[in-house]
């Protein structure tokens, strides 16, 4: 998904060098082969998967996995309390991670980069009431302003999304505004200026093009730090709601068997850090081959 | 210096304003009132409910609770708990010394591991040593801590019964409170294997809540490092065939702490963050699960005030690191 | 000010601990965090167990393990012939605790009687908003605001309530917690020293365990009071640690660092039974957990399609998914601990496929309902998402497709009573005194439609048996009355019946003398501790 954005928005010229920056990072070749396996699951999951997520298995409560003793390979990775399959829940939950994530990028960054761009253009009493509001929002811990406000909405995985969005779309802003500022006084835009661009021409195809380096870092940054929070909030049971098999949720659920069965605990957990993981080494890749002082270095 | 000050001052108090808007328009806003949860599954009469409702102040108009609850702010009131009737400020003061202990062990640790870390991985650039800590790095800061917590407490608790469950201290020991910090109190207590009570009971926690601070700060440090060491000065001082330690132990690593200090301090919220999720898997009794606690319990007042006095927390934090930050960096004052 | 408080409190302390060295303790893992420690105030058992019942007496006192009463703080009473005068003679010579807060100078008496009720309704009591917010939530749920006409002292040690109007549940209602005698000098003092919140803070009475200190959201102490009444008990120092995770509470258990502990997870049961050094007590717990139909609404207003959705549900599987079996299937509103419970009913047998042809002859196809799914976990319904999720399996199997809705708890409890209500609810009830009417007239009488009544059920033939019931003091009378108004309930199936969970008290061997109390209390007066 990343990827195909990040080739769009390069200029063809760089693409190619682009490309050789970022196959130099092992960890970031290594992350995105993950990050697209897991995209393809999620994708696919309805071939892939080996059961319905939503099937209970009444007689097999609580199975352990295959290698343990009393598994079967049947359910590769047991079955939680009411006998669903752990895996085919995982492989489903994916897509929920995923589309987590892409819909509080994509709205965090609309959002953020239009707030941004209106504050960095124009400046002044605009400029200052709208960094104010950010304060205000970044004045919070992100989680628990995502609580609050889910609690306020209603817990929900759609609610869930729109907070995280709301947590997240001050970073954008302060970003988009300082690359404008600094864009805005360089000899390129003060000519088109000059030459009598409008505003709007002036912001969007001027200015913001030349801002997308540090945004599409911290779009990648944002895209796990959402996946990690709408799980966090799962967790807490204030995110998406059973029967979803989203996997903070799982997780959460999975709590009270703790001592019992620690299969249904491990393995939500594991599958949120290794996507998480995957999509970090990508985002790690991506600065070092679009952010020029490092590629220097 | 003193401007700079006054600037940064005069910033926090609209600020804390619109804080308070916020956190006060956001608990009218909640779905269902806290008077209907008094009764359970009883249902009250209506005649009870409005009676409960005008009790507590709610049937009064939205801007006269809120300038009501302004006015109380001023003089330090903020509000009582819906459920236990406590004041919210009372609660937050008793509960506070614990997330503190907490969060200032858990960023110690991330200091001192992050930053030798970071340093090291910097100086080894590109050997297995530098790619092994920075992947421990990008792991941890790609943990969900909630369940790593869990893991930990299969492990360490369940499997090889080494680490007490939840809670600050075994319950053989009493002590009266007097610095809130059950380090130092046990301590003070003097009484036999309460330190290290304490000790083993802090040890999990900590662990998980430092877990990204450290990641961060590991990736912080050894990109300051990098970009420092590349700087003309090092070079010289180098070339000048100074012993490598001194290079990196004084010129590198004093330049380097610039952008570190900042990132630590920029912890502080993520520190709160986890809190709330370490504390809840911990049974951690502080602000953070009390606010969870309190926002499950739909108690208004307690949510409501919380926010704010976490809020404040943060900003005083933020204004201090960005004092001392004007402080060694005489250039951002402007 | 407050600092000195805790100072002087502290210093005390560490006179308690000195001696800690050979007292026995008795740890109790408790599930929360208590509300105060006015137990008139609070509503929730935890508060109850953790103010009223260690440091408080009531004039009467329910028997350990049981719903009968026996004499506490009044020796002996008498009731007028009309029903409306109750005269209650205190017992005399009763000690206040010493504290290092406060230092009783007489015993009990009918001041104490009298401040600890009035203040609950008299609003020109100084006491009646002693904190923000103070509302007497019991009281006003058990009628006495209209019940009370006036309570006199006849003299120092004899008491007399005047009531407006006969009520045989009375002398019960006042072994309840907010019915907690409270010392009206210590009273009289924090008032004097404008220090009134520490009334709830605090705590002074006559019981069993002297308050020590509360740390918040960690621990309670209380230590034996040597003075009691009724004898020093066997322990000499009792606390709670407030540990919220039931599966933490397990752990702490079978590690040794608690004694007993409260509602386990119902997974951790069979580990916690196979665990040589504990005990596990159950009990069936007074309740009951159901899905109630909105009867006003087509087409569950017609009985064959309650009957054929009844049948249709597999109600052992969800006892067994959601409680791992600490629980019993119900079949009747009412639990089987309560006198008058009907065993001759027969329940709706689990049948598919007669449940599908059934609502198929009632004419209804393609049928989708809501099933409502309550936020919480309650006594009676661990997990009613779980329960609502194998519900709608179930369901799907006789073709009718059941989407599960969920509101936030208050919102849920709202919502849930509405007369034109969507849907379904899952829901429960425990019993407040033992009563059956406490269950039946509460939840299915006409009255209570729109109401406590979730399946908006008004059956007349129904309603006539428990007014009848309610009249009539005869209590073999009142049983007869009782079960024909199971059988109609029955037949009319407004509810699904789902469960009645057990409680389960896991306890450390070591551990004697506790006793489960059928009111789900928690009460460590008489409880040892073997070394």
Redesign the interface.
């Known amino acids: 998904m990343t990827v195909v954005e990040t080739k769009a928005s390069a200029p063809p010229s760089g693409l190619s060098e682009f490309w050789f920056y970022f196959s130099r990072n092992k960890?970031a070749v290594i992350g995105l082969v993950v990050f697209l396996a897991i995209l393809l699951l999620a994708v696919f999951a309805p071939l892939v998967a080996p059961h319905s997520p939503s099937i209970q298995n009444r007689e097999l409560l609580l199975l352990p996995p295959a290698w343990q003793e009393g598994g079967t390979w049947g359910h590769v990775l047991g079955t939680d309390a009411v006998g669903r399959d752990i895996l085919s829940r995982l492989i489903y939950g994916a897509r929920f991670s995923l589309f987590i994530g892409l819909v509080v990028v994509t709205l965090s960054v609309i959002s953020g980069v239009l707030i941004g761009l209106v504050a960095g253009y124009f400046r002044g009493r605009v400029d200052t009431f709208i960094m104010?509001?950010m304060?205000?929002i970044?004045?919070?811990?992100?989680?628990?302003l995502a609580?609050?406000?889910v609690?306020?909405l209603?817990p929900g995985l759609l609610n869930a999304m729109i907070a995280i969005s709301l947590v997240n779309q001050p970073h954008f802003v302060r970003l988009t505004r300082a690359a404008v500022m600094t864009e805005k006084s360089k000899d390129y835009v003060v000519g088109s200026q000059v030459a009598g661009a409008g505003t709007l021409r002036l912001m969007f195809l001027t200015i913001l093009p030349n801002c997308l380096a540090p945004l599409i870092v911290q779009a990648t940054l944002a895209f796990?730090a959402a996946i990690?929070d709408a799980?966090?909030l799962g967790?807490?049971?204030?995110g998406a709601q059973p029967p979803t098999p989203e996997w903070?949720t799982m997780?959460a659920e999975a709590?009270e068997f703790?001592?019992r069965a620690?299969w249904v605990?491990?393995f939500?957990?594991l599958a949120?850090?290794v996507t998480?993981?995957a999509?970090?080494?990508m985002g790690?890749g991506l600065r070092d081959a679009l952010d020029p002082k490092?590629k220097r270095? | 210096m003193l401007r700079f000050i006054f600037g940064r001052l005069a910033?926090l108090i609209?600020?804390f304003i619109?804080?308070s808007i916020?956190a006060f328009s956001?608990?009218r806003?909640?779905?269902?009132?806290?008077v209907?949860?008094?009764?359970?599954?009883?249902?009250m009469s209506p005649e009870?409910h409005a009676e409960?409702m005008h009790?507590?102040g709610l049937d009064r108009p939205i801007y006269v609770q809120y300038l009501d609850y302004l006015a109380g702010l001023v003089t330090g009131d903020f509000g009582?708990s819906?459920?236990?009737?406590?004041p919210v400020l009372?609660?937050f003061l008793?509960?506070f010394p614990a997330t503190l202990e907490l969060s200032l062990c858990a960023i110690l640790v991330a200091v001192c591991l992050g930053i030798p870390a970071g340093v090291l991985a910097a100086v080894k650039r590109g050997t297995w040593l530098d790619q092994s800590i920075m992947?421990a790095a990008?792991?941890g800061?790609?943990?969900?801590i909630?369940?790593?917590g869990?893991?930990l407490?299969?492990f360490f608790?369940?499997y090889l019964?080494w680490t007490?469950?939840?809670?600050?201290i075994?319950?053989l020991y009493?002590?009266?409170?007097?610095t809130g910090f059950m380090l130092i109190d046990s301590l003070i207590s003097g009484?036999a294997g309460a330190f290290k009570s304490a000790l083993t009971y802090l040890i999990l926690p900590t662990v998980v809540l430092a877990t990204i601070p450290l990641a961060v700060i590991a990736r912080q440090t050894r990109?300051a490092m990098?970009?420092v060491l590349?700087e003309d000065y090092v070079r010289t001082a180098r070339a000048k065939g100074l012993s490598p330690l001194r290079v990196v132990g004084i010129h590198a690593l004093r330049n380097a702490m610039i952008p570190v200090i900042t990132t630590i301090g920029l912890q502080v919220?993520?520190l709160?963050?986890g809190a709330?999720?370490t504390e809840?898997i911990f049974?951690w009794?502080g602000i953070g699960?009390?606010?969870?606690?309190s926002?499950?319990k739909?108690d208004y007042a307690v949510?409501q005030g919380g926010?704010m006095l976490?809020?404040a927390v943060?900003?005083i934090v933020n204004l201090v690191v960005d004092l001392l930050y004007g402080l060694v960096n005489p250039r951002i004052r402007r | 000010m407050?600092k000195l408080t805790?100072?002087l409190?502290?210093?005390a302390?560490?006179s308690v601990?000195a001696s800690?060295a050979w007292s026995k303790?008795l740890?109790y893992c408790s599930e929360g965090?208590p509300?105060?420690f006015d137990p008139a105030?609070y509503?929730a058992g935890t508060t109850f167990d953790a103010a009223s019942r260690t440091v408080y007496n009531r004039l009467v006192e329910f028997k350990h393990g049981s719903t009968e009463l026996e004499p506490g703080l009044a020796e002996s009473w008498d009731v007028s012939a009309d029903g409306k005068e109750y005269t209650f003679k205190l017992r005399s010579g009763v000690k206040f605790q010493s504290t290092d807060y406060f230092t009783p100078s007489r015993d009990f008496n009918a001041d104490d009687v009298i401040f600890s009720f009035e203040r609950q309704y008299k609003e020109d009591n100084a006491w009646n908003k002693y904190?923000?917010?103070?509302?007497w939530?019991y009281f006003?749920?058990m009628g006495f605001p209209d019940l009370i006409e006036k309570i006199e002292k006849v003299d120092d040690l004899t008491v007399k309530f005047v009531l407006k109007r006969p009520e045989a549940p009375f002398l019960a209602n006042l072994g309840m917690d907010f019915a907690s005698i409270l010392s009206k000098e210590y009273a009289d003092k924090l008032q004097a020293d404008g220090k009134m919140e520490l009334m709830?803070?605090q705590p002074l009475g006559t019981g069993p365990f002297t308050f020590v200190?509360y740390?918040?959201?960690?621990?309670i102490?209380y230590k034996a009071n040597a003075d009691y009444w009724g004898g020093k008990q066997p322990v000499d120092d009792l606390?709670f640690?407030?540990?919220?995770?039931a599966a933490?509470r397990a752990?702490?258990l079978k590690?040794g660092?608690?004694h007993i502990m409260p509602y386990p997870n119902a997974a951790d049961v069979p580990d916690l039974k196979a665990d040589p050094n504990l005990t596990v007590l159950e009990q069936e717990g007074l309740n009951v957990a159901y899905l109630a139909y909105n009867t006003l609404v087509a087409p569950f207003d017609k009985v064959e399609v309650r009957k054929a959705l009844n049948m249709a549900v597999n109600k052992q599987a969800i006892v067994d998914a959601v409680f791992q079996g600490s629980a019993t299937v119900a079949k009747n509103p009412i639990p089987p601990t309560m006198w008058s419970y009907n065993d001759a009913v027969e329940d709706d047998k689990y049948d598919p496929e007669a449940a599908k042809t059934m609502l198929e002859e009632a004419g209804v196809s393609g049928l989708k309902m809501k099933v409502w799914a309550m936020p919480v976990a309650?006594p009676y319904m661990l997990n009613a998402r779980r329960a609502a999720e194998l519900i709608q399996a179930d369901l799907a199997k006789i073709g009718v497709e059941v989407e599960i809705v969920s509101?936030?708890?208050?919102?849920?409890?709202?919502l849930s009573?509405d007369k034109a209500r969507d849907g379904a609810v899952i829901?429960?009830?425990?019993g407040d005194n033992g009563d059956p009417d406490n269950f039946l007239d509460t939840l299915l009488g006409c009255d209570?439609v729109g109401?406590?009544n979730r399946a908006q059920w008004c059956n007349e033939e129904f309603d006539t048996l428990m007014t009848k019931a309610k009249e009539t003091a005869d209590v073999a009378e009142r049983t007869k009355l009782y079960e024909e108004a199971q059988v109609i309930f029955k037949r009319e199936a407004p509810w699904n019946t789902l469960d009645h969970s057990l409680v389960v008290v896991p306890m450390s061997k070591k551990v004697s003398g506790f006793v489960q109390d059928p009111l789900g209390i928690h009460r460590f007066d008489g409880v040892d501790i073997a070394e």
């Not at chain 1, 967790?235 to 204030?238: D, I, P, Q, S, Y």
């Not at chain 2, 806003?29 to 806290?34: A, K, S, Y």
Request: aromatic share 8%; proline share 4%.
């Open positions: 960890g104010r509001i304060d205000i970044l004045a919070f811990p992100s989680l628990l609580l609050v406000l609690a306020v209603g796990s990690l799980a966090a967790f807490l049971g204030m903070g997780l709590r703790i001592q620690w605990v491990t939500p957990g949120i850090l998480v993981l999509i970090n080494l790690d490092l270095s | 910033v609209p600020t619109g804080v916020i956001f608990i806003l909640l779905p269902g009132d806290p209907m949860l008094m009764s359970g599954e009883r249902v009870r409960l009790q507590l009582s819906i459920v236990t009737k406590r009372e609660d008793n509960l992947g990008l792991v800061y790609s943990m969900p909630f369940w790593w869990l893991l407490i299969i608790s369940g019964g007490p469950v939840s809670g600050r075994s319950l009493f002590f009266p409170s007097v009484q990109s990098l970009e590349g919220g993520v709160l963050a709330i999720l809840t049974s009794p699960k009390w606010m969870v606690d926002v499950f739909r949510v926010l976490i809020a943060i900003m | 407050k805790t100072l409190a502290a210093t302390l560490v601990m800690a303790t740890v965090s509300e105060g105030l509503t904190v923000a917010g103070a509302s939530e006003a749920g709830n803070q200190a740390q918040t959201d960690a621990a102490r606390v640690a407030i540990t919220t995770d933490v752990q702490k590690a660092e608690c309650r509101y936030e708890w208050a919102e849920y409890l709202k009573s829901l429960g009830w425990t209570a109401g406590n």
